[in-house]
């Protein structure tokens, strides 16, 4: 039966680290459950499906935090508003306005855009895995599946590289639970971007934040300031911190499941279509921001008043689309599986196209180059991270045939 007595608590250590477990027990109970966040406030969260698919999608669940900005603040829930550090952009915005800006990026995130870049992730990751190679042994996070992506966005965006380790930095901590140190990395990156978004304007390059002040400087205000450095920020998180996790959780399933590597390993083809797979499997975002009811309204037979949270564990929607003994277990010759791990509806994730393909092209470049592949320490549990909406490794610490000259 839904749970209506805000007593389940989500987002914790020990729920995170049991995600998946947790998250079927709530499906058996009902599709949606009055929950409390980990910094205590308290949410609808929709774990099955279709029902996700539905509140993704619906008229009366806005993304503007604004007008419950004082709600928000008493409960220490600052992230996505004005003078956050990640507000003015598309994901805090409803149609027409996220209509508008989204229309400004998105030739950069076109399935053709993201094919493109296909030949530079694939040298990158060559790069990348030449210092690993001939150790015999890494932690694939540090040294793989966290450089990978901000190499990527970055190079799209025209950040220094001197300066990504810092971004990544930021990046981590800002997508964490809400905190000082949350708000303190967020700020940090804002006030990064602006410096770099300034300096672009009197030299502009042929890179996408130049392309965007073009728009901000020449259209008449068709980009304002603030949607200016809302949309960097934006592009900087949500641009690789999605494919880190994919990334990492891909890992974390094959190495669990090394006949299914086995698989890859031989037959490379498949991978592209074995990355579905990955999604459904344990999804990179395991709960979508909040979104707001505009007005009472019914969801999966609850009723939602005015003001309430509504959140989608897109981990958990993953796991709904099949039957409970079928949905736990990887298989990446699985025809068309069905998942919610970029979203539904007008917020359908726009970095989605590049996120596959970096996906993609880096589990192969790795799987070649690293035989052998196995845990090293089989023993050892896989530590998720401890808070914040994404899910994925700590760390992927790993043996393998070391390369030799």
């Avoid at 299914?260 to 037959?267: D, G, I, S, V, Y």
């Avoid at 023993?379 to 994925?392: E, F, K, M, N």
Wanted: with cysteine.
């Amino acid at each position: 039966m839904t749970t209506r007595d805000d007593t389940i608590l989500v987002g914790t250590p020990d729920f995170k680290a049991h995600a998946h477990a947790r998250y079927a027990e709530l499906r058996a109970r009902g599709p949606i459950h009055r929950v409390r966040s980990a910094d205590g406030s308290a949410v609808w969260l929709v774990v099955e499906y279709e029902l996700g698919r539905e509140a993704l999608a619906h008229p009366k669940l806005s993304k503007d935090p604004e007008p419950f900005a004082e709600r928000l603040r008493a409960a220490g829930q600052h992230i996505m508003l004005a003078g956050s550090g990640f507000g003015g952009n598309m994901l805090t915005a409803d149609p027409p306005e996220h209509t508008r800006l989204r229309r400004l990026v998105a030739k950069a995130f076109t399935a053709g855009a993201a094919e493109r870049l296909a030949p530079r992730i694939e040298r990158l990751s060559h790069t990348l895995l030449d210092a690993v190679a001939p150790a015999g042994q890494a932690d694939l996070v540090a040294a793989f599946t966290r450089p990978l992506p901000m190499a990527v966005i970055c190079e799209l965006l025209g950040v220094p590289e001197e300066r990504r380790a810092d971004l990544r930095r930021w990046t981590r901590e800002g997508m964490s639970n809400p905190s000082a140190e949350q708000r303190a990395a967020l700020l940090s990156l804002n006030s990064y971007l602006r410096g770099l978004l300034d300096d672009k304007r009197h030299t502009p390059t042929g890179d996408l934040l130049s392309q965007l002040i073009r728009v901000h400087d020449d259209d008449h205000g068709r980009l304002s300031d603030t949607e200016l450095l809302g949309t960097a920020v934006l592009l900087v998180v949500a641009g690789h911190e999605t494919t880190v996790n994919l990334l990492g959780n891909a890992l974390a399933a094959l190495l669990d499941h090394p006949e299914q590597a086995a698989r890859l390993m031989a037959r490379p083809g498949l991978i592209p279509a074995a990355v579905e797979e990955f999604l459904r499997y344990d999804a990179p975002v395991e709960t979508t921001p909040a979104r707001f009811a505009t007005e009472d309204l019914t969801l999966g037979g609850q009723r939602i008043r005015a003001g309430q949270a509504v959140a989608v564990a897109l981990t958990s929607a993953g796991r709904d689309t099949l039957p409970p003994d079928e949905s736990a277990r990887l298989d990446v010759t699985r025809a068309e599986p069905r998942h919610l791990a970029f979203g539904h509806g007008v917020h359908y994730c726009l970095g989605a196209p590049l996120a596959r393909i970096e996906a993609a092209v880096g589990l192969r470049v790795l799987l070649s180059r690293l035989p052998g592949l196995a845990w090293a320490d089989p023993s050892a549990q896989v530590r998720w991270l401890p808070a914040g909406i994404t899910r994925g490794p700590v760390a992927l610490p790993v043996r393998f045939t070391a390369a030799t000259a």
